[in-house]
């Protein structure tokens, strides 16, 4: 039966080797305890022709240099979720050998997918806090959004469509207009209104300085990972 890489019309091998003598551009993907052997594997084959794109998480530039032949272009980059949907939000940062070709060249490739911003790589874990578990508590807020319109009595599948739906159009005003959150969360309270009563029971459940803590906490993760 064919893989799904075959179905897509892509090559595929169980040959680390091949794909790195076949390829220019390679991704790194595998899990951070089996990327020290895949990159003694592979070591041999590469050359100063090859770009290198890591996309595991606590592995430094620093170390893929360490562990590759020393002139190898090296990019590190950190995904989210929405990617799949093209609407991902990713950093990258380049080694010492990667110029500005190789990274305008993985931008390009990867503008498809999303947002792709470069970024010095102590910005990595902070992204991870922010964009690659922010996901999580986006989820978790769309949830009790819609819980909040259920228990109002409306349907449940219907409540989850609607805040979906506000949660896209809020983030697209964001990015389309370029205003500060501030700004546009002004513009939706009126006078005595009922935004403003539902902001004031956010701000009395401590909303804002939670979802700071948050980041923090898996920034500091991300951090902890790095040196296990």
Known sequence: SL??????????????????????????????????????????????????VSLVAGVTIHTLQKLLPPWTKVLRIMPNLPC???AGAMVFSRGSSAGD????????????CGLCEEVPESYIDIHTGLSGSGVAYVYLFAEALAEGAVKMGMPGALAGRIAAQTLLGAAKMLLETGEHPAKLRGDVCTPGGTTIHALHQLEKGALRATVMSAVEAATNRAGDMAKD
């Open 3 to 52: 893989s799904r890489g075959q179905e897509l019309g892509c090559r595929t091998t169980h040959c680390n080797l091949e794909v790195v003598q076949r390829s220019t551009l390679v991704f790194l993907a595998t899990k951070p305890h089996v990327l020290p052997g895949v990159l003694e594997e592979i070591r041999p084959a590469v050359g100063s022709h090859h770009i290198v």
């Open 84 to 86: 799949v949907v093209q």
């Open 101 to 112: 070709e190789e990274s305008a060249l993985l931008q390009n490739l990867l503008s498809s």
